[in-house]
């Protein structure tokens, strides 16, 4: 697997588990999923509505906070003054 090295010298999987359109209990099972077959990286945007639900399939899986990256996405429109 590919990985990118950040600035403070961590590397991140290039390669990450999407959650697009993804809801609700399926949403739980498949991060849940994802982590158990070994990915390490999980992504998801503000845009898609399943903040909760892909915390609960990180909660599911019980994963350690330090052996996974979590990324996400923000409309700069939400920030604007």
Known sequence: M??????????????????WQIKDEQCITAVDTALSVGYR????????HNHTEVGQGIKQNGIARDEFF????????????
Do not use: V
């Not at 950040?6 to 991140?12: A, E, H, M, P, Y």
């Open 2 to 19: 590919k990985h990118i090295t950040l600035k403070n010298g961590k590397t991140i999987p290039a390669l990450s588990f999407g959650t």
């Open 70 to 81: 979590l990324t996400t996405k923000i409309f700069p429109r939400k920030f604007e003054c």
């Open 41 to 48: 990286h999980i992504d998801t945007a503000d845009a898609y």
